[in-house]
C-alpha cells in the first residue's frame, strides 16, 4: 500500500522542487525569490524522508526554513526594494549559460542512466538520530569540533562586520 | 523509487542552480542559486547513503547544511554592508578593483 503511494508521492515533491526551483532562479521580484526558497526547501526536506533519513528532514527544515529563509528575506528587505524589477542586459549571459547548463544537465543525465548502478538493497526504514550522535562522536568528532569552531567564527564575524558599520556611521553623525 | 529518479532531481536541481548563479546579476538571487545547488548535491547524497545502506552519506549532507548556514550568514552581511555602500546589489556594478584609466 505504501510502496504504490511512493511514486505518487515522489512526483509530487519533485513538481514542487521544480517549480519553485524555477520561480527563484526566472522570477523577477526578489520577494517571490525569497518565498519560493520554502518550496523547495521543503520538498527536498520531504524527500530527505522518504530516502529515511528523519534526522536529516528536520535539520533541513530548522536550519534551512527556520534559518537560512528567514535570513534571505530579511537580506531582501533590507537591500532593495520590494517592487525592484530592474533587470539588467542578460542576452549575452544567456546564450553563453543555457547551452552550458543543458550540457551538464544531459551529460550528467547520460551517465547516471548509463551507470549499471549496485543493486538496491532493501535496508529497514530504521531512526537513524542515534547512529547519527555515535558517527558524530567517534569517528566524526575531528570535523564536529571543527564545525564548531567554524559556527564561533561566523558568529564573530557577522557581529564584527555589522559593528564596524555601526561605528563608522555614529562617527559620521557626530 | 530507484536511485536514478533521486539523481535525476538532484541534478536538476543543481542545474537550475548554476543557471541562476551565472545568468542573474543580483548578489541575492546568486545566493539562492548557491543554496539550491547545495540541496541537489545534498540530495544525492542521501540517496546514495540509502541505496548504499550507508550513513557516511548523511554525515557529509550534515555537515553541508551547517556549512550553508555559516555561509549564507557570512555571505548576507557582506551583501548587506555592499548594499550600504554601494547602492545596489547587481554584481556588475562592483569594479573598484578595476583599474582607472586616467586619460
Known amino acids: 500500500m505504501l510502496d504504490s503511494l511512493q511514486p505518487l508521492v515522489f512526483g509530487m515533491l519533485a513538481l514542487i522542487i521544480f517549480i519553485s526551483a524555477a520561480f527563484i532562479t526566472f522570477s523577477r521580484n526578489l520577494i517571490y525569490s525569497a518565498f519560493a526558497l520554502l518550496g523547495s526547501f521543503t520538498g527536498v526536506a520531504g524527500l530527505f524522508a522518504m530516502l529515511g533519513a528523519d534526522f536529516l528532514a528536520v535539520v533541513q527544515l530548522l536550519v534551512y526554513i527556520g534559518g537560512i529563509m528567514v535570513l534571505y528575506l530579511f537580506a531582501v528587505l533590507m537591500t532593495s526594494g520590494i517592487g525592484d524589477v530592474r533587470l539588467t542586459n542578460r542576452s549575452i549571459a544567456v546564450k553563453i549559460a543555457l547551452p552550458l547548463a543543458l550540457v551538464l544537465f544531459f551529460s550528467l543525465g547520460k551517465l547516471i542512466f548509463e551507470t549499471e548502478w549496485f543493486a538496491q538493497q532493501t535496508v529497514k526504514i530504521a531512526p537513524t538520530t542515534a547512529a547519527i550522535g555515535d558517527l558524530l562522536l567517534t569517528k566524526y568528532l575531528l570535523p564536529f569540533e571543527l564545525v564548531s569552531v567554524l559556527l564561533l567564527s561566523t558568529l564573530i564575524g557577522s557581529v564584527a562586520l555589522a559593528r564596524q558599520e555601526l561605528r563608522n556611521s555614529k562617527e559620521n553623525h557626530d | ?103
Open chain 2, 1 to 103: 523509487m530507484s536511485l536514478a529518479h533521486y539523481l535525476t532531481l538532484a541534478i536538476a536541481l543543481f542545474t537550475i542552480g548554476l543557471i541562476g548563479v551565472v545568468l542573474r546579476r543580483n548578489l541575492l538571487v546568486a545566493f539562492m542559486s548557491i543554496e539550491l545547488m547545495l540541496n541537489g548535491v545534498n540530495l544525492s547524497f542521501i540517496a546514495f547513503s540509502r541505496y548504499l545502506g550507508d550513513m557516511q552519506g548523511q554525515m557529509a549532507a550534515f555537515f553541508i547544511v551547517i556549512l550553508a548556514a555559516a555561509e549564507a550568514a557570512v555571505g548576507l552581511a557582506i551583501i548587506v554592508l555592499l548594499f550600504r555602500r554601494q547602492g545596489s546589489v547587481q554584481s556588475n556594478l562592483f569594479q573598484n578593483l578595476k583599474d582607472r584609466i586616467e586619460v
